[in-house]
């Protein structure tokens, strides 16, 4: 355990108000909600990683946040663009004009170290048994809560279907000033190839111009498995930024694979990770956007409503927490079915090497459609316009997608 952040042994056996376990985005955001807006709950957030938030870089609109989650999310260091963003596909490039945020994971763990008392983390806590009464730690310890929230990472299901986002991304110092003044969200001009072997993936480049001379460069890919070679990877990001005259050294690295959920049955998923008693939240509990795979809007509505929950009822059982959680997952699949469907069509309806043109016939629409796609709150005329027009796919494999179950979504251990 962290010799910073732990809490004394004595209140190892008092029950908490809440145990939150997972101390990701999802958990680090519930802890920070509950810190500020229900300072009377007794929490305690378990991360078995040295830091939390791991090893990652969220991004979203400034328009996917109401005013309370932009609130929440003032707390931390963020990068702000205000000029809009770039987009680039073979057939054309446009500047869009919506407002874009981004926050690292080290400056997630710094604020939320800042804010919270350090009796409330506890860092290096492997936890090995979850259940209504609380957590049991790997070293045998029994942390006892009159809550628990399994916050941990997402856990792939034979009852889903979809593809993989596969990224690798390197912050670069580079040896001048680069010249970028906006984001560049996605540069689906480079070759349309897999993150492995020779077969095909949709492909794009996403870059960050963190300060004048950094920039973080990563190399995207929605493809059919959870596989990456990271090597090449790195290979193919080193080649964008000498295309772009980019020279310096790399100063941080991450990498990730996160599922692309195209539908399957929630319910039955939802029951494989069920412990009775236990409230679920974050992309484990189904919060995330199928199509983008962004989380942090989702995250933050929730860690704000489950902060007024406590704040509001403090008597609520853990059994009433749980469903809480459970209405708000189902309520968000039903929402977002839309975008599931989108999924299918890109997965099924399209050649891996074409589904570029998918993403290219998108976001030639209306800048706020964009906005509201990304926010998962289309309206019907947008779905409307999204589907209508010069079809990206064959009108066979489309309606064939439609009418589909999606794939299985492969649940091996992401290579």
Known sequence: MSDSLQIPVSEAATPHDLVIVGGGLAGGLIALALHRHAPKCRFLLIEAGRTLGGHHRWSWFETDLGPQAQTLMAEFALNGWDEGYDITFPAYGRTLPTSYRSLASAEFHRALVAALPPERVMLEAKATAIDADGVTLA???????????????????????????????????CEKPHGLTRPVIMDASV??????????????????????????????????????????????????????????????????????????????????????????????????????????????????????????????????????????????????????????MLFEAAEPDKRVVVFEHFYALRGRLVERFYAGRSTWPDRLRILTGKPPVAIPRAIRALFSSGKPLNTETPA
Request: hydrophobic share 40%; glycine share 10%.
């Open 191 to 344: 070759d349309q190839v897999a993150p492995y072997g020779n077969e095909a993936a949709y492909r794009f480049v996403y870059v960050l111009p963190l300060s004048p001379d950094e920039v973080f460069i990563e190399d995207t890919y929605y493809a059919d498995q959870p596989k990456m070679d990271a090597e090449v990877l790195k290979g193919r990001v080193a080649e964008y930024a000498h295309r772009n005259g980019w020279k310096g050294e790399v100063i941080d690295q991450e990498a990730g694979i996160l599922p692309v959920v195209s539908g399957g049955n929630f319910r039955a998923a939802l029951t494989e990770i069920a412990i009775p008693g236990v409230a679920v939240a974050g992309a484990r509990g189904g919060f995330s956007h199928p199509l983008t795979s962004y989380t942090l809007p989702f995250a933050a509505d929730n860690a704000l409503a489950i902060a007024q929950l406590l704040a509001t009822r403090p008597g609520v059982s853990g059994n009433e927490l749980a469903a809480f959680c459970e209405r708000r997952a189902r309520r968000h699949w039903r929402a977002t079915g839309y975008y599931r469907m989108l999924s299918r």
């Open 139 to 173: 070293d045998g310890t029994r942390i006892a809560g009159r809550r628990v929230i399994d916050c941990r990472p997402f856990r792939a299901s034979p009852h889903l279907a979809g593809g993989w986002q596969v990224f690798l991304g390197q912050h670069f110092k």
